[in-house]
């Protein structure tokens, strides 16, 4: 009996227009800085025009990566609501690809830009078995007093009563052909800007931290510390951190050299460095990890994994020879890929825009033993 889940960051799927670029220029889209605008309802139209366009090229090409993970379970973050997941499944994956996943949940949860997590499923596995949709909870609510969460290091940007989360953590229950599986689906603070000098995923590593703590802590009260382990259990998302990146240096004149380095200390190490989950992306080789292409010029470039399929030791142990898939049709043109693992991209696919996300789709077929 197997099941393909995956977990995808489709970048911001709304279904509401943003025209503050009009009154902050720091928010305004580069194509319409070209123009002399003169008024606040001229910039609202062509804003709207802008928008509508490059969505349409976008959300095919977010289709048509949803469509190669080929998963009977999406798991999603950055979705506006459920009207923009309705509207983007009937639309792009079933009529246009005829492909499309008749059950969709998610809560409205803690996002400032209101942008949360989101489930797609299918009614029944690749090989026929029925997948049943059991209960769904989400800790959006808990505070950093809630779990004793709140030290020093989460005083410099919170409070006590503030909110764990940055998004939440969605809890779903399904059976799989008559089993039981419980999926966690998450997407942590993401890192930030520098600040007095200060990486910002070292200044803002605590708040993330603290949302790994506080996912390993849920897990374990639903099922004790001590049997955890023996369950089916998987935690999905964009965790906007890495223990692992690959530099680059170099250039297109001279070619590229690609360095995998280790970091001292990550968000994630509360989830796996003691065994207490698994990143099954690890069982890929070292230069083929990666999700995400990071860059803010030539001095700054990297590629690594931030959006991940935790598995509890027991899956991962009934697993052990499986190996996820990540893909990476939809990166736009200027993401560098290491020698041998170019891909062919979508059609349309743009130098930085249009493209399918800026992170890539993580697959994975699970036996449920």
């Given at each position: 009996m197997s099941l393909r889940i995956a977990t995808f960051n489709v970048e911001n799927l709304m279904n509401r227009f943003d025209f503050s670029g009009y009154r902050n220029e720091l928010r305004q889209d580069r194509a319409l800085k070209l123009y002399d605008i003169k008024t606040e309802a001229q910039y609202r139209q062509l804003e709207l025009a802008r928008a509508i366009s490059q969505?349409?090229?976008?959300?095919?090409?977010?289709?048509?990566?949803?469509?190669?993970?080929?998963?009977?379970?999406?798991?999603?973050?950055?979705?506006?609501?459920?009207?923009?997941?309705?509207?983007?499944?009937?639309?792009?994956?079933?009529?246009?690809?005829?492909?499309?996943?008749m059950r969709k949940y998610m809560i409205e949860a803690n996002d400032s830009r209101g942008i949360d997590v989101a489930i797609m499923m299918r009614e029944e596995?690749?090989?026929?078995?029925?997948?049943?949709?059991?209960?769904?909870?989400?800790?959006?609510?808990l505070t950093y007093a809630d779990l004793e969460l709140y030290d020093e290091d989460i005083a410099r940007t919170n409070q006590p009563g503030d909110k764990i989360f940055r998004r939440d953590c969605l809890e779903i229950d399904v059976k799989v052909g008559g089993r039981p599986l419980t999926i966690y689906i998450t997407h942590f603070k993401s890192m930030g800007s520098a600040r007095d000098g200060v990486e910002g995923r070292i200044v803002t590593m605590p708040v993330r931290a603290a949302e790994a703590k506080a996912v390993r802590h849920i897990i374990e009260k639903r099922f004790g510390k001590d049997r955890a382990a023996s369950k089916r259990w998987v935690i999905c998302g964009d965790m906007n951190d890495y223990q692992e990146r690959v530099l680059i240096t170099g250039d297109y004149a001279n070619g590229f050299e690609f360095e995998p380095v280790s970091e001292d200390i990550s968000a994630l190490d509360v989830l796996t460095n003691d065994g207490f989950s698994e990143n099954v992306v690890r069982r890929r080789a070292e230069l083929d990890r990666w999700t995400l292409y990071h860059t803010?010029?030539?001095?700054?470039?990297?590629?690594?994994?931030?959006?991940?399929?935790?598995?509890?030791?027991?899956?991962?142990?009934?697993?052990?020879?499986?190996?996820?898939?990540?893909?990476?049709?939809?990166?736009?043109?200027?993401?560098?890929?290491?020698?041998?693992?170019?891909?062919d991209r979508y059609p349309r696919t743009g130098w930085d825009r249009p493209k399918a996300s800026d992170h890539c789709p993580v697959a994975i077929s699970l036996d449920l033993l």
């Amino acid at each position: 009996m197997s099941l393909r889940i995956a977990t995808f960051n489709v970048e911001n799927l709304m279904n509401r227009f943003d025209f503050s670029g009009y009154r902050n220029e720091l928010r305004q889209d580069r194509a319409l800085k070209l123009y002399d605008i003169k008024t606040e309802a001229q910039y609202r139209q062509l804003e709207l025009a802008r928008a509508i366009s490059q969505t349409d090229d976008s959300r095919q090409m977010t289709a048509l990566a949803i469509v190669q993970a080929d998963a009977d379970i999406l798991c999603m973050q950055e979705v506006d609501n459920l009207d923009a997941l309705h509207a983007f499944e009937y639309g792009y994956l079933f009529k246009m690809i005829g492909r499309g996943y008749m059950r969709k949940y998610m809560i409205e949860a803690n996002d400032s830009r209101g942008i949360d997590v989101a489930i797609m499923m299918r009614e029944e596995t690749r090989d026929g078995q029925k997948i049943e949709f059991l209960r769904m909870e989400s800790h959006a609510y808990l505070t950093y007093a809630d779990l004793e969460l709140y030290d020093e290091d989460i005083a410099r940007t919170n409070q006590p009563g503030d909110k764990i989360f940055r998004r939440d953590c969605l809890e779903i229950d399904v059976k799989v052909g008559g089993r039981p599986l419980t999926i966690y689906i998450t997407h942590f603070k993401s890192m930030g800007s520098a600040r007095d000098g200060v990486e910002g995923r070292i200044v803002t590593m605590p708040v993330r931290a603290a949302e790994a703590k506080a996912v390993r802590h849920i897990i374990e009260k639903r099922f004790g510390k001590d049997r955890a382990a023996s369950k089916r259990w998987v935690i999905c998302g964009d965790m906007n951190d890495y223990q692992e990146r690959v530099l680059i240096t170099g250039d297109y004149a001279n070619g590229f050299e690609f360095e995998p380095v280790s970091e001292d200390i990550s968000a994630l190490d509360v989830l796996t460095n003691d065994g207490f989950s698994e990143n099954v992306v690890r069982r890929r080789a070292e230069l083929d990890r990666w999700t995400l292409y990071h860059t803010r010029g030539p001095q700054e470039r990297h590629l690594c994994q931030l959006d991940y399929l935790l598995l509890s030791p027991s899956l991962a142990s009934h697993n052990a020879k499986k190996v996820p898939d990540i893909v990476r049709a939809g990166q736009p043109y200027r993401t560098i890929f290491p020698p041998g693992l170019e891909v062919d991209r979508y059609p349309r696919t743009g130098w930085d825009r249009p493209k399918a996300s800026d992170h890539c789709p993580v697959a994975i077929s699970l036996d449920l033993l």
